[in-house]
């Protein structure tokens, strides 16, 4: 445990906290009087706490969400065996029985918010008893209601109604409750946010890495946006203006690298990972890679010293749509997509996109220390403006949709009414956002799922060489795509087996 703890030190890292460090003091202890008796205890605690969110970002989200949409598919490869619980999400028809399903996807995510939820009500259980510096309990607890929140805030839009945990389970039987309402469970995530701003310090007085003021209202205020509480929303984020942070002065400057431009002024919060041996690494940008592609096709791309060959199936492949949803002169694209020939391919124009902006040089193969962007400022100054026009505000709304248009290289909008500046600013999230796992959620929360997932699934249907597909035989659409498209994931199968009520 020493060596974390001085990698944590040295790094200032929030997010070193691993597995190893429940092994030390197993997690069945958490809520033990023995463990949590100082500062030290709950700051390790609430790193512990962090740690999901490196295998959330790196393997589920992006899964769940933006290939769960119109902006990435998966590239088909017909030597390759069985990928059903991938391309279930892409194609719209997981599995369901009884209001449950198989998907190892959606079960992963689940355990991994819980888990969130697990480590962050030990802490908030205990925290009031202990006494330590006033200052740094409340940053810890602060950072734990944070934290809850945000696992809350994943499980009510995947899922709608969900069980509510706020206390912790020392029983098998209180594991086991009954599902809230989708209403219960945004009044218990804003209860905590509203209760997590004023304890948590603003983002200049923050450990990199940790959450701050600036990032419980940004939270807030998508909370707010997606039960269309308009004005809440104006008010929680407009403090966030003042904070300090900015837009890069490019587009491609707003992500982090491998080692460098981490936490940058942009970034509200993101998911910290280190390169090596640690087992802070993450390997996402590998997994979006469209296969098979050689060594040597993938090395310029990530600039490793030892590229291997990559088999399999390609994920998270920038589709025909998304790349026409630029305008043209969107100095966005370029940075926001790459191409790639794969000599390999079966299909006859071998080149692929693939997803650039997350593509950044490092050392190892399949070892990348690139951060994960949950919140940037640039869609600090989109939500202002959707907040803004949705209150009958759109000329007030034009100049933070303007402010992110112009670093992109776009002349100001055009739209002048309430309808015209909703629809540009529903367009500029898509593109300025893309590939950051918000598109799904867009698409649920203005009631847009049968406008664009419907066509779109009748679009890969009918041309599915546009899509990736080789010219194949067999290699088309499976006969389920596209017939399960509902708002929200059936729960898992192997937690409904412990669970009376679902």
Known sequence: ??????????????????????????????????????????????????????????????????????????????????????????????????????????????????????????????????????????????????????????????????????????????????????????????????????????????????????????????????????????????PVLTHGYQLMPSYEMAFPGNTSNKNNMESVFEVQFIEGAAGLNGNFIYQFM???????????????????????????????????????????????????????????DKNYPYIKKHAKHHSQHNNTGTNWVIYRYAEVLLFMAEALNEQGKPGEAAPYLNDVRERAGLLPTTATSQAEMREAIFKERRVELAFENKRWFDIVRTDRIEEIIVPYGQRIIANPLDYYYPPIAGAVPRSNAFTNIKKFYAYPAAESDLSPYF
Request: aromatic share 10%; with cysteine; charged share 20%.
């Open 290 to 348: 469209p296969r098979p592609i050689s060594a040597a096709e993938l090395q310029p791309i990530m600039g490793t010293s030892n590229p291997q060959n990559i088999d399999g199936e390609g994920n998270n492949i920038p589709t025909p749509d998304i790349i026409a949803a630029y305008e043209a002169g969107d100095l966005r694209k370029e940075a926001s997509i790459g191409n790639v020939f794969l000599a390999g391919s079966f299909r006859d």
């Open 1 to 238: 445990m020493k060596k974390y703890i001085l990698a944590f030190l040295v790094s200032t890292i929030a997010l070193t906290g691993c597995d190893d460090f429940l092994t030390v003091v197993p997690e069945t202890q958490l809520s033990s009087a023995t463990f949590f008796k100082n500062q030290t205890d709950f700051e390790q605690a609430v790193n512990a706490a962090y740690v999901p969110l490196r295998t959330i970002t790196n393997d589920r989200s992006w899964l769940l969400s933006e290939m769960h949409s119109d902006n990435t598919y998966y590239a088909r490869n017909v030597l390759f065996g069985a990928t059903d619980n991938q391309e279930d999400l892409a194609d719209f028809s997981v599995p369901e029985s009884n209001g449950t399903t198989a998907n190892t996807h959606v079960l992963n995510q689940w355990r991994q918010d819980y888990l969130i939820i697990s480590r962050t009500n030990q802490i908030l259980s205990l925290i009031d008893d202990v006494d330590f510096d006033a200052a740094a309990k409340a940053n810890v607890k602060g950072q734990a209601l944070f934290l809850r929140a945000y696992a809350y805030f994943e499980l009510v839009r995947y899922f709608g109604s969900v069980p509510l945990h706020l206390t912790p389970v020392a029983t098998r039987e209180e594991a086991a409750l009954p599902l809230a309402t989708e209403a219960e469970i945004y009044t218990q995530i804003e209860q905590d946010l509203v209760a997590a701003v004023p304890l948590l310090p603003k983002k200049a007085n923050q450990e990199p890495g940790r959450a701050t003021e600036g990032a419980a209202r940004t939270l807030l205020a998508n909370v707010y946006i997606h039960q269309k509480k308009w004005s809440a929303a104006e008010q929680i984020l407009s």
